[in-house]
């Protein structure tokens, strides 16, 4: 059950992209499977992906094709993963690449390859080989809908947005999609994200803008503290805007900075919405922490603690679990000085239970589901945010029945 998430009724075409879903039979239940993206030439394109030591073989073959020319195609595959799959997945992915050449015309290194599903299978080629000519048959402007679908695993509800601003006179479209509903702690970016705009910017520029949205927004989610070997989030720019190129980080790049992390921070939300078996979205916020690396390590440990999650699906006001992770996050306060917040409700102070505090004022704020916890440590001026799931049966169900 998707928390307060709603599915995009129609998406914003971007100038210079093209997509395509269909079912190759990747997919037990014959979903669609294979999404073909096709970028106009000259585009930019910025990428991060997983630091997962056994990443898979598409995120090794992207990587290195992003670092020998501009894409014009990704190819992306939902179902199987093909990861933890040695040399024979590196193959693979390099042959799914030289099929989408062949039948484009483009070369093989313009191919980026991603894969997302179950690790350790071979991924079949042959479907995809056979899928290949009638999915480039498809390519349409304003198929981002279908693509969107084409690329969900265990995901409940499309994730997608449109926004658009102007810049130098000019309409800027950016429009982008993710999937992730498990496995679900991003370590660079998120399990699948696709974001393009038509606005013509520096590639540096356009990786650092990159760099900056996912930091706030795909790194600030957890669902269950699994990296992804998949993980991978691509910006793409088309230039066919008639924006004067954007080279320097002034007013215009500070616009589209601000509105392409908005579309990364409605993403990722999205994931938390649709988390495996999820009923509560939970907002961690961090306050007077010392540093933006201790307010996050406190926020990660409350969000990745199963006891806490439990409580959260339990709609219990246990707040001794919080307060219990909270001194186990290895960093350094003053306990008489800490509070603890749910909602507005302080539940911890003075080293122990807030005096005013009730147990009816926590359970209203437990039975909502949306819930902010609100940790001030008291020893600086920083702070920080992540989102988060409760802990359910359904996902226990979700993901022991996976493969099956």
């Given at each position: 059950?998707?928390?307060?998430?709603?599915?995009?009724?129609?998406?914003?075409?971007?100038?210079?992209?093209?997509?395509?879903a269909?079912?190759?039979?990747?997919?037990?239940?014959?979903?669609?499977?294979?999404?073909?993206?096709?970028?106009?030439?000259?585009?930019?394109?910025?990428?991060?992906?997983?630091?997962?030591?056994?990443?898979?073989?598409?995120?090794?073959v992207?990587?290195?094709?992003?670092?020998?020319?501009?894409?014009?195609?990704?190819?992306?595959?939902?179902?199987?993963?093909?990861?933890?799959?040695?040399?024979?997945?590196?193959?693979?992915?390099?042959?799914?690449?030289?099929?989408?050449?062949?039948?484009?015309?483009?070369?093989?290194?313009?191919?980026l390859?991603?894969s997302?599903?179950?690790?350790?299978?071979?991924?079949?080629?042959?479907?995809?080989?056979s899928?290949?000519?009638?999915?480039?048959?498809?390519?349409?402007?304003?198929?981002?809908?279908?693509?969107?679908?084409?690329?969900m695993?265990?995901?409940?509800?499309?994730?997608?947005?449109?926004?658009?601003?102007?810049?130098?006179?000019?309409?800027?479209?950016?429009?982008?999609?993710?999937?992730?509903?498990?496995?679900?702690?991003?370590?660079?970016?998120?399990?699948?994200?696709?974001?393009?705009?038509?606005?013509?910017i520096d590639?540096?520029?356009?990786?650092?803008c990159?760099?900056?949205?996912?930091?706030?927004?795909?790194?600030?989610?957890?669902?269950?503290?699994?990296?992804?070997?998949?993980?991978?989030?691509?910006?793409?720019?088309?230039?066919?805007?008639?924006?004067?190129?954007?080279?320097?980080?002034?007013?215009d790049?500070?616009?589209?900075?601000?509105?392409?992390?908005?579309?990364?921070?409605?993403?990722?939300?999205?994931?938390?919405?649709?988390?495996?078996?999820?009923?509560?979205?939970?907002?961690?916020?961090?306050?007077?922490?010392?540093?933006?690396k201790?307010?996050?390590?406190?926020?990660?440990?409350?969000?990745?603690?199963?006891?806490?999650?439990?409580?959260?699906?339990?709609?219990?006001?246990?707040?001794?679990?919080?307060?219990?992770?909270?001194?186990?996050?290895?960093?350094?306060?003053?306990?008489?000085?800490?509070?603890?917040?749910?909602?507005?409700?302080?539940?911890?102070?003075?080293g122990?239970?807030?005096?005013?505090y009730?147990?009816?004022?926590?359970?209203?704020?437990m039975?909502?589901?949306?819930?902010?916890?609100?940790?001030?440590?008291?020893?600086?001026?920083?702070?920080?945010?992540?989102?988060?799931?409760?802990?359910?049966?359904?996902?226990?169900?979700?993901?022991?029945?996976?493969r099956?």
């Amino acid at each position: 059950m998707a928390i307060n998430l709603i599915e995009p009724e129609s998406l914003l075409p971007v100038n210079g992209i093209r997509l395509a879903a269909i079912s190759a039979g990747i997919k037990k239940n014959q979903s669609d499977d294979l999404v073909l993206i096709e970028l106009a030439e000259n585009s930019q394109c910025a990428a991060v992906f997983t630091q997962n030591k056994f990443c898979a073989a598409p995120v090794t073959v992207a990587k290195k094709h992003l670092q020998m020319k501009p894409p014009r195609y990704l190819l992306i595959n939902s179902g199987n993963a093909n990861a933890g799959t040695g040399k024979q997945g590196m193959q693979d992915a390099l042959n799914t690449c030289a099929l989408v050449a062949r039948q484009s015309g483009c070369d093989i290194e313009a191919v980026l390859p991603f894969s997302t599903g179950v690790i350790g299978e071979n991924l079949p080629v042959h479907k995809i080989e056979s899928a290949l000519p009638t999915l480039h048959e498809q390519l349409f402007d304003d198929n981002w809908l279908g693509a969107g679908r084409g690329i969900m695993t265990t995901d409940t509800k499309l994730k997608a947005i449109s926004r658009q601003i102007e810049i130098q006179g000019k309409v800027i479209t950016v429009t982008g999609l993710s999937k992730g509903a498990g496995m679900i702690q991003p370590n660079m970016a998120t399990m699948l994200a696709y974001i393009a705009t038509d606005v013509a910017i520096d590639n540096d520029l356009l990786q650092q803008c990159l760099i900056s949205a996912v930091n706030s927004s795909f790194n600030a989610i957890t669902v269950d503290s699994d990296t992804s070997t998949n993980d991978a989030c691509v910006l793409m720019a088309t230039g066919l805007a008639g924006n004067e190129v954007i080279t320097q980080e002034n007013a215009d790049y500070q616009k589209l900075s601000k509105v392409i992390g908005e579309v990364c921070m409605y993403l990722a939300q999205a994931i938390i919405r649709d988390a495996e078996g999820a009923t509560k979205f939970v907002t961690l916020q961090v306050n007077s922490a010392s540093s933006v690396k201790d307010a996050r390590q406190v926020a990660f440990t409350v969000a990745h603690s199963p006891l806490v999650k439990t409580a959260l699906f339990a709609s219990d006001p246990n707040w001794g679990r919080i307060l219990a992770a909270v001194g186990r996050a290895g960093i350094d306060f003053d306990i008489n000085k800490i509070q603890i917040f749910l909602g507005d409700i302080c539940i911890v102070s003075n080293g122990g239970r807030d005096a005013a505090y009730t147990e009816e004022q926590g359970q209203k704020v437990m039975n909502q589901e949306e819930i902010t916890i609100r940790i001030e440590l008291h020893t600086g001026e920083q702070s920080a945010c992540i989102w988060t799931s409760d802990l359910s049966y359904d996902y226990v169900k979700i993901n022991s029945e996976y493969r099956s």
